[in-house]
């Protein structure tokens, strides 16, 4: 099919923004970029992608919004608690032969998974030997997750899930309520650093043992998958553990030899031993 004047733009807009800002988003999926964008447009009152493109390069001010509309920041405390479950019931057990964990939250979003994890991992006996890397390439969303405030009305849901992923305290025990907040409990963030990293144009920045990567790779097209299954393998320690969650798999990765399946439904991988 011909390129509409629309893709022109939207592939203009992409390269200006990692000439500029350094974000590459050449390798996401079109289809949801451009939904996004078109957002974006309609958000900052621009007629084209064009003057989007404009605003853009004269104004470093919109660029954490723009991040923003071409990132997905839909998370939850222990979404999907069936994951959770089963990084406790069969992942843990294997962590707790270890005197020292690192954890990688990629695509950390603001911080609910990696918190999630940390609440896990204190109800596990396993927080004081583990240090927690949330990473992500979106500076408002890692803003939020350093803060730990969350909106009181998602706390029902929260705790639900919490619930049903075999949560053997209670959640209240972790935040404080205040003026229409969840402030969680900043004992749960001193094991952790977030920090700025893209899985598209960043290095392995540390040997970890567990990798939890989710709802990131389904943005991304098939090449840009394989780089990030790349890095996570690299840092992996031998017979490290990735999770992926249900809606995502290894089965068309150039790595998938490297990984055997751990616990299927939730895609959750160990590296094999030579790889
Ligand atoms: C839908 S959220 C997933 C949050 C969390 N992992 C979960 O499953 O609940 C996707 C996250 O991936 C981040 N992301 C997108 N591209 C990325 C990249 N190249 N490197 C790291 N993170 C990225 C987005 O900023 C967003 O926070």
């Known amino acids: 099919m011909d390129e509409t004047t629309e893709d022109i733009e939207i592939r203009l807009l992409l390269e200006a923004l990692l000439r500029k800002y ?4 050449r390798g996401y999926s079109m289809a949801s970029m451009t939904r996004r964008l078109r957002q974006a447009r309609e958000h900052f009152g621009e007629p084209t992608i064009s003057r989007l493109q404009d605003r853009a390069l004269h104004d470093p001010g919109m660029l954490p919004k723009l991040i923003s509309f071409l990132t997905v920041q839909v998370s939850d405390f222990f979404r999907d608690p069936g994951y959770f479950r089963a990084i ?12 020292s964990l690192k954890v990688w939250v990629a695509g950390c979003s603001a911080g609910e998974e990696l918190y999630s994890l940390a609440i896990l991992f204190r109800e596990e006996g396993l927080e004081e030997r583990t240090i927690f890397y949330g990473t992500d390439i979106s500076p408002e969303a890692l803003a939020k997750a350093e803060a730990g405030v969350y909106d009181l ?8 899930n919490h619930r049903a992923s075999g949560g053997k305290s209670s959640l209240s025990d972790y935040y404080t309520a205040a003026y229409g907040a969840a402030v969680f ?3 749960l963030r001193k094991r952790a650093v977030f920090s700025d990293h893209s899985l598209v144009t960043d290095a392995v920045f540390a040997e970890v043992q567990l990798v939890s990567c989710r709802n990131v790779l389904i943005y991304f097209d ?10 996570f393998k690299d840092s992996l320690s031998r017979k490290g553990f990735l999770g992926l969650g249900s809606k995502e798999s290894l089965r068309f990765s150039a790595h ?8 299927r439904a939730e895609r959750i991988y160990q590296k094999r031993g030579g790889a």
Do not use: I, N
């Open 222 to 231: 098939r090449d840009l998958q394989d780089r990030a299954v790349g890095l």
């Open 88 to 99: 406790r019931e069969s992942v843990v057990p294997h962590l707790k032969t270890y005197p």
């Open 153 to 160: 009305g998602r706390v029902p849901a929260f705790t639900e």
């Open 22 to 25: 350094h974000y590459d988003f």
């Open 185 to 187: 409990d900043r004992s």
């Open 256 to 263: 998938a030899d490297a990984f055997a399946e751990f616990v």
